[in-house]
């Protein structure tokens, strides 16, 4: 039988936990080929440890204000990280920037869902940025987490346009269930696919990407790879 470590998942987040959602609906529908092990919020107020709980997941509050600097908050959260054994780190909102020394602790295993096609629009407030700079596409992006802030090779991302009469709500409301398709998606490419990230690249079956993997033409909602998938 294989290692069950192989297949846990621990998501971390901060907020309302929509995509914890997302990727435990694909649990229980039985295609995303992981397990959720734990939800750990830095928050004791995020909602999505309360979602989580309904869920009769294991749930970890390491509130980032009941220590007293960053190096003994990230300890704690290591610790709570560990205990579960994961084969994979999903960041899904986690709002808190990681030190190198965490993320490099981490390497290889954690991934993080943001709302935007990166390169572009690292950081906050990406949907005004959007607008602000005239773009007429804008998506969301699953990457590798290194230590420069949203700047891990990315691994997917979904494209949706953007229209004349856009607001940063209205971007966010129509990005949100594009996100919730991606998530689950790419993490069950990774539960059954051989995903690597050498320097700024992605390989995955030991071919390198070109270019990351878009939603609906290279990757299925099930996280199957259809195509060529830009794989040289
Ligand atoms: C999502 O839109 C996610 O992409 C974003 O936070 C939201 C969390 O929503 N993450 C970031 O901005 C990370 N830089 P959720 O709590 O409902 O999943």
């Known amino acids: ?35 959720i092990a734990a939800v750990i919020s830095d928050r004791v107020q995020a909602a ?24 003994a908050f990230e300890h704690a959260l290591a610790v709570a990280i560990g205990g579960y054994r994961p084969r994979w780190i999903a960041l899904a909102g986690f709002m ?6 965490f993320v490099r602790d981490h390497a290889g295993r954690m991934v993080n869902i943001h709302p935007s096609l990166l390169p572009r629009h690292r950081g906050l407030d990406t949907h005004q940025r959007v607008l ?20 891990g090779p990315v691994i997917s991302q979904v494209r949706m346009t953007v229209a004349p009469d856009d607001s940063p709500s209205a ?9 919730h398709r991606l998530l689950p998606a790419t993490m069950a490419l990774l539960l059954h696919t051989p995903v690597e990230a050498r320097d700024e690249t992605i390989s995955i079956q030991n071919q390198t990407l ?10 299925s909602d099930d996280g199957r790879l259809l195509g060529d998938g830009g794989r040289d």
Do not use: K
């Open 171 to 179: 971007l966010a409301e129509r990005l949100l269930p594009l996100e």
């Open 210 to 219: 070109a270019r990351p993997l878009e939603l609906g033409p290279d990757l």
């Open 1 to 35: 039988m294989s290692d069950p470590t192989d297949r846990r998942i621990v998501v971390l987040l901060s907020g309302r936990g929509s995509n914890y959602q997302a990727l435990r609906r694909a649990e229980e529908a039985g295609w995303l080929g992981g397990e």
């Open 132 to 151: 602000d700079a005239g773009e007429r596409e804008h998506g969301a992006s699953v990457h590798f987490v290194t230590p420069e802030l949203d700047g």
């Open 96 to 101: 808190r920037v990681l030190s190198p020394g």
């Open 48 to 71: 999505g440890l309360e979602l989580a709980r309904a869920d009769g997941i294991d749930t970890v509050c390491v509130a980032r204000n009941r220590y007293p600097d960053r190096e």
